[in-house]
């Protein structure tokens, strides 16, 4: 389904160079499948999302989307191709509401439609509709937004880039289990979720570890977890040696 | 009565007005009156010394709405018009008020509006008055209104001035003072483009204490247009005053926001924000990941902003 070939990304750095953030990365996403990427912070997790995405551009390699190369589309032709992407920390606007938001994200919907889709994120629609996207809005909600117009899309690829950030742990409960129900073992789609969270991992059918822009592992969860569990525990326990000077 | 298609336009997009409104309504065309009547509850008369007319609200009168709508259509009209407003005591009334150019001429035309509103204790109003300018003459379409408010004690008005596009030129002033424990919220909304210029210059002096004043401003510079936004809050006695502009500047426009703030009362609390900046590149990026292509997302976000 979505194809990425020898796909590198490169920032310019401070001293006028380019500085790496992918390198050469070799993925592929099959239809009905839940897909964690995580790793260590600054991995490349959200680069690689804004690649796919078209939001950052690729300093080479290619993406394939059922086989139509699509590296060279913006970013709203890739929304038309049918990706979406909740970002990590959503814009605030001026004057849009939310119901203006979900509006755009479903192309066409009735007021039922709206009020369902922000049931399904926890939110009530009498007291969110009609709310600007603005700063009254705390870290929480505006993920519950986002992720209700990732969803509003129906896309083909739906990327969701940390979705428990500044979530409760109720409400993340209730989005995992809305995204695990709308593209587990769901022909037509994927879902790839960005995250830190070791609960969510579980319930993936497979797990990409992202380290220093390259893939260190993939596999299942049996397959991975014990490696991921030691290389916490290593880095743990390094940590405290450096700093208290003795080993936990 | 049926409206020509200009008329009907010009008023479909300054009042909202399909057909004559029901209840009190004075239209002015061309420096004429076109339909006026007055209700039980709100009286309006024409001004005997000079044109205008004089809009009477009886007390206690509630939920009503009068519509006093200006159109210019004649080439070279410069129209001259004073209204005054008087709001009885506890009444609430919704005031739709506008002006709308149709120029097809070299000639410029114009409308000066000299509006004063005296709000009795206790009131509420809501005046909304939107500008607009169309037709394809190089003629300029000129706005330029002159507002005084009294606001009693107690009393509270909302004044929403939009001017939505076509206007050239337009200097607006709007002086305000209000009383013990009133309330005034001014709301500006202004988008220019090509070469148009807009100046707007408000002066809130809040005399009453306990009483409170808001300015917000919302404007988008878009072409070569240039914009000056003064606001001025003046605090006399033991007060809460906040001026907000913030504005979306877009290729060559230039716009320049001087609030200003002055506290003649040690209890007097009074704020400021100001930004202008151009549209946020993660906004473009986030509607267009939704779909729309780059000149929506930037229309999106204007209509949003000014809305």
């Not at chain 2, 379409?141 to 009393?155: C, F, M, Q």
Request: aromatic residues 6%; charged residues 25%.
């Amino acid at each position: 389904m979505l194809r990425l070939e020898q796909v590198s990304m490169s920032v310019n750095d401070s001293n006028g160079g380019n500085k790496d953030i992918l390198h050469n990365i070799d993925l592929d996403f099959t239809s009905g499948k839940l897909y964690a990427i995580t790793g260590p912070n600054g991995g490349g997790k959200t680069s690689l999302a804004k690649v796919i995405m078209g939001i950052y551009d690729l300093s080479a390699g290619q993406i394939f989307l059922h086989d139509e190369e699509i590296s060279h589309l913006t970013v709203s032709e890739r929304a038309h191709k049918g990706i979406a992407y909740a970002f990590q920390q959503p814009p605030r606007f001026k004057g849009l509401t939310v119901s203006d938001l979900l509006k755009i994200a479903y192309g066409d919907i009735d007021i039922m439609g709206l009020r369902k889709s922000l049931r399904d994120v926890g939110l009530c629609p009498e007291d969110y509709l009609d709310r600007d996207v603005g700063p009254g809005l705390s870290g929480g909600e505006m993920k519950r937004i986002e992720i209700a117009q990732v969803l509003a899309r129906q896309a083909t690829i739906s990327i969701f880039d940390e979705p428990e950030a500044g979530v409760d742990l109720w409400t993340i409960q209730r989005l995992i289990g809305i995204i695990v129900n709308r593209f587990k073992d769901n022909p037509n789609c994927t879902a790839i979720i960005i995250t830190h969270n070791e609960n969510v991992l579980p319930i993936c059918d497979e797990i990409i570890v992202l380290e220093e822009g390259r893939i260190r592992d993939r596999g299942t969860y049996q397959e991975i977890w014990p490696s991921i569990r030691e290389d916490i525990e290593c880095k743990r326990r390094l940590e405290c040696r450096g700093e208290f000077g003795y080993e936990i | 009565m049926k409206f020509n298609q200009i008329d009907s336009d010009l008023l479909n997009t300054i009042a909202s007005i399909t057909e004559v409104p029901k209840g009190a309504v004075n239209i002015r065309k061309d420096g004429q009156p076109l339909i006026r009547m007055s209700s039980p509850n709100i009286i309006i008369k024409p001004k005997e010394d000079k044109p205008g007319i004089d809009v009477i609200v009886k007390p206690g009168t509630k939920n009503e709405s009068v519509h006093i709508p200006v159109l210019v259509t004649q080439a070279g009209l410069q129209d001259l018009v004073y209204n005054t407003f008087e709001i009885g005591e506890d009444a609430d009334v919704t005031i739709i008020a506008g002006c709308g150019i149709h120029n097809e001429s070299h000639q410029d035309s114009g409308h000066d509006g000299i509006h004063e509103f005296i709000i009795k204790p206790k009131a509420r109003v809501r005046y909304v008055e939107k500008h607009y300018g169309a037709g394809s003459g190089r003629g300029k379409k000129v706005l330029n209104p002159t507002t005084v408010v009294r606001i009693g004690s107690e009393a509270y008005a909302e004044m929403e001035m939009v001017q939505i596009e076509g206007v050239d030129d337009t200097y607006r002033k709007t002086i305000a003072y209000v009383e013990d424990k009133a309330h005034l919220k001014i709301v500006e909304r202004l988008l220019t483009h090509k070469r148009q210029s807009a100046q707007s210059d408000i002066e809130i002096s809040i005399e009453g204490k306990g009483g409170s004043a808001q300015i917000l401003s919302r404007s988008v510079g878009k072409d070569e247009s240039y914009q000056v936004f003064k606001a001025s809050m003046i605090g006399k006695t033991e007060c809460t005053g906040h001026v907000e502009c913030d504005s979306i500047i877009m290729g060559n426009a230039v716009i320049k926001a001087i609030p200003s703030l002055e506290a003649e009362n040690s209890e007097a609390v009074l704020t400021h924000e100001a930004a202008i900046g151009k549209i946020a590149g993660e906004q473009l990026i986030k509607l267009m990941s939704l779909g729309l292509t780059e000149e929506e997302a930037v229309n999106t976000i204007i209509e949003g902003f000014l809305r």
